[in-house]
């Protein structure tokens, strides 16, 4: 049995507000918890009505403040966005707070629209060009204090916090493997190049005092419920926010609904299911099926669940029945 962890992105449903999608997102990582998920991570993302997580190393504290054990992380920091410097001061005050628990992962997308985007950045530079320096720079500041460094993170140095490198296409896994790191794909909703890039990280990694032997995780929506029919049901708020998505109109996340083609058009139809191709939706015995198959066509050594459901009860029912899973394959 591999690692099932959770990543969550404090969905803000339709007539709710941010504050109870982030006490919804406390609620469901107690539960992840209590179902010995191994990591509880959010996302970072910007100028979405639908999200709640954009200030996510304060969500990260949130959720590690209200839980034990679980460890809790960012999947991810949009690093572009950011100094590494204050990102190494964030988590470095995070793993002061939390010993253990706090994982750093480490994105070059924006997170956003590219309007957003340009408002973040304020040099207005393409930082996502300097990804592999930031990484390194943020990584420096972890490590023990050499004699005569001048800038160093307080509270970071020497905390050492583990860093994971996500992506979507071979960037990211061919540098997770020249950086000797973890590596996260986003395949819950970009999953063309899954097993490409697995194939690029596993065959390109070099061993690293952090990790000795390349580590993947990979990702995939998850809708668990007693029948396929009640799942296929939750399902179609996903496949609503992500046909807004395509349509350019994010918004909070819409509740299911009985008939999802007629919300859809033909070709929103294909782009919402080409995006979802990883999602598993069904009763346990389907959900059973499907993850064993993914699991053994992908070798992931950790798969991550998203379980993006409109009412927060039935979004632990499906965690529940997901960890029953778990247990049985």
């Known amino acids: 049995m591999i690692p099932f962890s959770v990543l969550d992105l404090s969905p803000i449903v339709k007539g709710a507000t941010a504050a109870d999608a982030l006490r919804n997102t406390l609620a469901l990582a107690r539960h992840a918890e209590q179902l010995d998920f191994k990591r509880f991570w959010l996302a970072e993302h910007h100028n979405n009505p639908g999200i709640a997580s954009a200030a996510t190393a304060v969500v990260i504290g949130h959720v590690a403040g209200g839980t034990n054990t679980i460890r809790v ?62 990484v390194q720079e943020l990584r420096y500041y972890f490590e023990d204090i050499e004699p005569g460094q001048r800038i160093r993170a307080v509270p970071g140095a020497g905390l050492k916090v583990p860093l994971w490198i996500l992506g979507s296409s071979l960037f990211g896994a061919q540098l997770a493997a020249a950086l000797g790191l973890p590596f996260a794909f986003a395949s819950h909703f970009a999953p063309d190049m899954l097993m490409q890039a697995l194939e690029v990280y596993r065959s390109r990694f070099e061993p690293s005092v952090q990790l000795g032997k390349p580590y993947a995780m990979v990702a995939a929506n998850v809708v668990a419920a007693d029948t396929d029919e009640a799942a296929r049901y939750q399902l179609t708020s996903v496949q609503q926010a992500m046909t ?26 294909v782009g919402a299911q080409r995006m979802l191709k990883y999602a598993v939706a069904g009763s346990p015995a389907s959900v059973r099926e499907g993850l064993r198959s993914f699991i053994a066509e992908t070798r992931a050594d950790e798969l991550m669940v998203t379980t993006h459901i409109f009412d927060p009860a039935i979004a632990r029912r499906s965690l529940e029945i997901t960890a029953q899973v778990r247990d049985s394959l």
Do not use: K
């Open 73 to 134: 992380g960012s999947g991810g920091v949009m690093l572009p966005n950011h100094s590494p410097l204050v990102i190494a001061e964030q988590f470095g005050t995070l793993a002061s707070l939390y010993p253990g628990r706090i994982d750093l992962g480490l994105g070059r997308a924006p997170g956003t629209d590219q309007l957003t985007a340009r408002a973040l950045r304020r040099d207005h530079q393409n930082n996502a060009d300097t990804f592999p320096q930031d």
């Open 244 to 269: 807004n998505l395509l349509r350019g109109t994010p918004g909070p996340m819409p509740p299911p609904i009985d008939d999802i083609d007629a919300y859809w058009s033909p070709a929103e139809r």
